[in-house]
């Protein structure tokens, strides 16, 4: 056998592995719901974006539900440059005024939305876009920043029509925009990993999947926590060792553990990162437990 063939055959020999190691995976998480929160550069970054629609779609034909959920920060603080409204942040929640929130509301649903939903169809499984008003998706109340700080229009979920998403799923792979209707007929801006740990509970999902820019929950040396359970990751935000984004991060993980086994930080960053995730005996990131 040549050089050739024999390097031919190791390819095909390591592709045969990674299929095999992903069987159990595959058998334990066929007919379950994954709630995927997409964001971060992995959304910005064509190629990345590109991958992360072909994940879900071979999640969806391996058996699994997936659920999309996503924010849109980059595109909606580059419009609000654009427009030059002020943008500000409290403790990784975006100071949302009536302005803000109709240019939250404009680019999630008429843009990002619909670009996420375009990709996985393109991919070859159907998809549809929601957001918090159709089907009164969800119920939302204001609330202020967790050191009381009141910054606008910023939302929290109160209820979660499951139904809505239960009768899309069954035939699409729903992709959610994180805005929420008040019961005073408000729009809402809400925290996409916040909506995300909600939409989990609700669901029963088997997981929760918090895609970001960062490896994953970080230590004080700044090293990857693999594993964390609740009350430590409560003591780390009690204690300040993290801060911005990764608060609403490690707060949405915590939540889903009141109904969702396990829920996972992942770098959006690294190409398949959700099949790295789901299929591989070590996974990726950080894996947060009871």
């Keep these: 056998m040549s050089t050739l063939d024999t390097s031919r055959l190791e390819r095909v020999q390591e592709k045969a592995a990674i299929l095999a190691e992903a069987l159990p995976y595959i058998r334990e998480f066929s007919g379950s719901i994954v709630v995927i929160k997409y964001g971060g550069h992995a959304m910005e970054d064509p ?33 609000m440059d654009r427009l030059s409204l002020p943008v500000e942040f409290v ?19 008429g843009k990002v939305n619909k670009d996420i939903v375009l990709l996985i169809n393109r991919h070859g499984q ?18 202020a920043a967790p050191s009381g700080q009141d910054i606008g229009f910023v939302g929290r979920i109160e209820r979660v029509n499951v139904g809505v998403i239960e009768h899309i799923a069954s035939d699409y792979i729903p992709v959610i925009a994180s805005i929420g209707l008040g ?35 970080m230590d004080r040396q700044q090293s990857v926590i693999s594993v964390i359970n609740r009350p430590d990751a409560r003591e780390m935000l009690a204690g300040g060792a993290v801060s911005g984004g990764m608060i609403p991060k490690l707060e949405a993980c915590m939540r889903a553990l009141d109904g969702v086994p396990q829920a996972h930080v992942i770098d959006g960053r690294t190409p398949h990162s959700l099949l790295l995730e789901l299929f591989t005996e070590g996974g990726i990131g950080t894996m947060v437990t009871q």
């Design 91 to 109: 403790e990784g929640l975006r100071v949302s005024d009536e302005a803000t929130v109709e240019v939250v509301k404009m680019v999630l649903v």
């Design 183 to 217: 019961y005073d007929g408000q729009a809402y801006n809400i925290n996409a990993d916040t909506v995300a740990a909600e939409v989990a509970v609700a669901l029963g999902a088997a997981k929760l999947i918090l895609m970001t820019d960062v490896p994953g929950v």
């Design 47 to 79: 190629a990345l974006a590109d991958l992360f629609a072909q994940d879900v779609v071979l999640m969806r034909l391996v058996g699994m539900n997936p659920v999309v959920v996503h924010g849109g920060g980059p595109e909606i603080t580059a419009f």
């Design 126 to 143: 159907p998809a549809i876009g929601l957001c918090g008003d159709d089907g009164l998706l969800f119920r939302a109340a204001r609330q």
